[in-house]
């Protein structure tokens, strides 16, 4: 049975998206050990069982879903997430920040006249079972504490990265999920004149073009890493250890990278299992969105450049001889 004031997670509009959705739920599997809430993921589209089953073991307690093989618009979608809060009343809900969701969580905030809060980094509970949204303000200089008013419904978007996958052991007598299968009315829902608009097919392509988030090793630049001879140092590092370039918000700025590739509070978050900062300085922007990363490698000639605290390793050199010594390292493996 479904209670009222749970913790709805709505899935992204393609299974390309589904590591975020289970990042996602593993945060409210977090928030509900805590509050005694249920977590409910909605999804829609086809049936695939192993699909549901990685969810459930994420931490969603119940999958509402609405069989739909045609493509799912913005528009569509957000009929169908409107339904199914209207019906569940949850108490919050958590959206992935892609392009298309990030349009449907908008629809859905205006129409409930509820607030939203963009670009989450963390979600709590106080001890009066509140819901606080924390998120970067003021040029990414402060972080923000949002507290939603004149509404009994919360909202929240979260970029990938910023929370980390958890999985939970069920035992035996658990082990069979719930899933709710939703019944629209799919004469109102397939109504196409405003998905025309909207070109969902380009947004997800867009999303899709450069995902940073599928690399395992990740080699972040630096405004002390900028010179060119570095630069492409670094890239043959990364060549050989099928790594991703990325960069800092100075990098992006100076027009080094593309934004595609900008790590931190106003580009993406990322998890990688190593993530090695050049010449990185470690401003709070940047650290936010790669404080997930399973371990630091950071490489700067100042001892007390801030990324330093965060590093499982901290190496004090200049970023070209370090980058060299790598350089001849591979090149006496290779030989070998």
Known sequence: MISNNSILVVCGLNVNSDEHTMQIISKASELSHQTKKQVLLAV?????ELRFRAFTDCGADCIIFWEYTKSIGIMKYSSFISAVIREYSPEIVLFPATESIKSVA???????EAGLTADCIDIICDEDNKFHFYRAAVSNSVIAKIVGINSSLSMGTVKEGEFKKK????????DNFQIMFYHMNTDEIDKDYLDDIVDIKYREKVEEKTNINNYSIVFCIGRGAEESQTIEKIYRLAEAYNACVVGTKAVIDDNILDKAFQVGQ??????????????VSGANQHIVGMKNSQLIIAVNHDADAPI????????IDDVNVFLDKMLDMLVSYQSE
């Open 167 to 174: 999985t939970y052991s069920k035992n035996d007598e658990n």
């Open 44 to 48: 829609a589209g086809n049936y695939d």
């Open 266 to 279: 106003s580009g993406k978050s990322i998890s990688p299992s190593i993530y090695i900062g050049l010449g």
């Open 106 to 112: 908008a629809i859905i905030s205006s129409c409930f």
């Open 308 to 315: 330093m605290k965060y590093a499982d390793y901290a190496i």
